[in-house]
Nanobody, 118 residues
Framework: QVQLVESGGGLVQPGGTLRLSCTVSGKSTRGNTMAWYRQRPGSQREAVATTTRGGTTVYADSVKGRFTISRDDAKNTVYLQMSSLKPEDTAVYYC????????????WGQGTQVTVSS
C-alpha cells in the first residue's frame, strides 16, 4: 500500500520561508512524477510544482522564483522549499505521486496547512 506523509506546514509571517516534506512508503519515488498541489479557501486544488520522471520541473506562474521542488529518491522524499511567502499562499498543501509508467496510479497525501499571516 502506497502512503504519502507530508510535514513542515505551519504559520509563517509574510516574507518568510517554509520547507515541506513528503515521504513515500510502499513504492519508490525513483522514476515517478511527484508534485505539490494546494487548495486555497474557496478554490479548487491547483498544481504548484511538479518534478517529472524525466527530471523536468514545472511551476505555477504564481510561485515561480519563490518555490523550489526537489527530490531525494534515496530517501523516497520530495521537498517544497517556499520563500518570500505571501498571504495568498495560505492553503492546504498536498503531495501527489504518479506511480508507474504503463498503468500509473495516483496517490495523495493527507495535506498540510500553510498559513501566511502577520
Amino acid at each position: 500500500q502506497v502512503q504519502l506523509v507530508e510535514s513542515g506546514g505551519g504559520l509563517v509571517q509574510p516574507g518568510g520561508t517554509l520547507r515541506l516534506s513528503c515521504t513515500v512508503s510502499g513504492k519508490s519515488t525513483r522514476g515517478n512524477t511527484m508534485a505539490w498541489y494546494r487548495q486555497r479557501p474557496g478554490s479548487q486544488r491547483e498544481a504548484v510544482a511538479t518534478t517529472t520522471r524525466g527530471g523536468t520541473t514545472v511551476y505555477a506562474d504564481s510561485v515561480k522564483g519563490r518555490f523550489t521542488i526537489s527530490r531525494d529518491d534515496a530517501k523516497n522524499t520530495v521537498y517544497l522549499q517556499m520563500s518570500s511567502l505571501k498571504p495568498e499562499d495560505t492553503a492546504v498543501y498536498y503531495c501527489y505521486a504518479r506511480i508507474g509508467s504503463i498503468n500509473p496510479n495516483i496517490h495523495w497525501g493527507q495535506g498540510t496547512q500553510v498559513t501566511v499571516s502577520s
